[in-house]
């Protein structure tokens, strides 16, 4: 019985005795694991490779993006307020200088011409008639002069005779009136034949201002036929047959193909060398293609205005290849040379970080940056191509990175590829 309770007291202590135990164990696991090395940190370095700089003499390509313009650009109008009688052209025909484009009734001109014909003969007839009146005066004064002379005399023999008492003095009275009247006449004579010019000029004056009147309703005439003022490319048709046309109404509207011109904006980093080779007579071409045609086109000029905000200046291409398939507003791509200059370090495009850095290796393979200045491209065949760079701090045979690297930071730690 007594063997029996002690087995009954000891089964509440048995499972805090094996819990027990079990704790002491995995203290002494935990207190006898083998304790592991600290894993020594290594810093990565990067795999990159490097050229030496080798600064030459090149010729810079500046590659340039503009347009296909034309120096003689016109929108055609109306001179005349008539209908439209037949337009010949539409959006996209090419034309030949002289070429009819579009025709208004000549009708109401043709009537405004007769009438300044009308004036014009008028004027004539009044110039005419104004010289044989002059003539008729020339060949009378001679008499108006002899016949006051005879009054005169017959004036002075009435007064003779009424002192005689032998004449009337009604009669003396009737003569002198004679004379005065004779006297105006002869007065009248003069003038007109010393007005005789004036008159004359007034009449040719008349004349001009009707022939210049003649001349403009046939001008009008002639500008109710529209015709191309040069070759060129139709760009909109603005008229349609019946339509009233105002003086000043728009047309038709075309572009001078014989003038046609490359416009594409220059950086202001190589305005300075553009206008030094300008100054110096140092032709500048540049080089693309449209549709797979070879385009070539000379400098001509530089744009005399600058627009706010822009980045550059507008030069102005004339083209040295004539293309007929070129049209007014193409984007094309072009390569401008650039005079050779000195000192000039060609680099693989990947060597060239942001827009104007490059890295160099210092003594402890870390990475260092240079502040450089890109000058343009060197194009070595049609699909290839460098970054030619300038800067002080670049020397003769210095290690320049050529690999892009997303991370790259002055100081990071890189190895050369073999």
């Avoid at 050229?51 to 340039?64: F, G, V």
Wanted: charged share 25%; aromatic share 2%.
């Amino acid at each position: 019985m007594a063997h029996l309770s002690a087995r009954k007291s000891f089964k509440p202590i048995l499972p805090i005795l094996i819990i027990g135990l079990a704790i002491l164990i995995a203290a002494w696991l935990i207190l006898t694991k083998p304790q592991p090395q600290p894993a020594a940190m290594t810093e990565k370095a990067w795999l990159v490779k490097v050229e030496a700089a080798a600064p030459q003499r090149h010729s810079p390509d500046l590659t340039l993006y503009g347009s296909v313009d034309s120096l003689w650009s016109t929108q055609l109008t109306a001179s005349v307020e008539a209908d439209v009688s037949t337009v010949q052209v539409i959006e996209g025909d090419r034309v030949v200088k002289g070429q009819l484009l579009v025709s208004l009734d000549k009708r109401d001109v043709r009537l405004t011409l007769q009438q300044r014909e009308a004036d014009l003969a008028e004027a004539e007839a009044n110039i005419t008639a104004e010289k044989i009146r002059h003539a008729a005066n020339q060949k009378s004064l001679p008499r108006e002069q002899r016949l006051l002379g005879l009054t005169r005399n017959e004036v002075t023999r009435l007064q003779n005779l009424v002192a005689k008492q032998v004449s009337a003095q009604s009669s003396l009275d009737n003569a002198r009136r004679t004379m005065e009247q004779q006297a105006i006449a002869l007065t009248n004579r003069e003038q007109a034949i010393a007005e005789y010019p004036s008159r004359l000029a007034q009449a040719k004056a008349r004349r001009t201002r009707a022939a210049a009147l003649r001349d403009q309703a046939l001008l009008d005439l002639q500008r109710c036929q529209i015709k191309a003022p040069f070759d060129g490319i139709i760009v909109r048709q603005l008229a349609s047959p019946g339509k009233r046309a105002r003086i000043g109404s728009a047309l038709v509207e075309l572009y001078d193909t014989d003038a046609l011109v490359l416009r594409a904006q220059i950086p202001n980093r190589h305005l300075a060398t553009i206008r030094q080779a300008i100054n110096d007579d140092i032709p500048l071409e540049v080089a693309g293609t449209i549709d797979g045609q070879s385009i070539l086109a000379a400098l001509r000029t530089l744009s005399g205005e600058v627009s706010t905000g822009s980045g550059g200046v507008t030069a102005l291409f004339t083209l040295k290849t004539p293309i007929n398939s070129l049209q007014k507003g193409r984007f094309v791509r072009l390569n401008l040379q650039l005079p050779p200059q000195t000192g000039l370090i060609a680099l693989p495009h990947e060597a060239i970080y942001g827009a104007n850095r490059i890295y160099t290796v210092d003594e402890q393979s870390r990475m260092r940056s240079i502040r450089v200045e890109r000058i343009g491209d060197l194009r070595i065949d049609e699909d290839q191509s460098r970054v030619l760079i300038r800067s002080n701090q670049v020397t003769k045979d210095m290690p320049i990175i050529v690999t892009q690297l997303p991370n790259a930071m002055d100081g990071l730690l890189i190895r050369q590829a073999r």
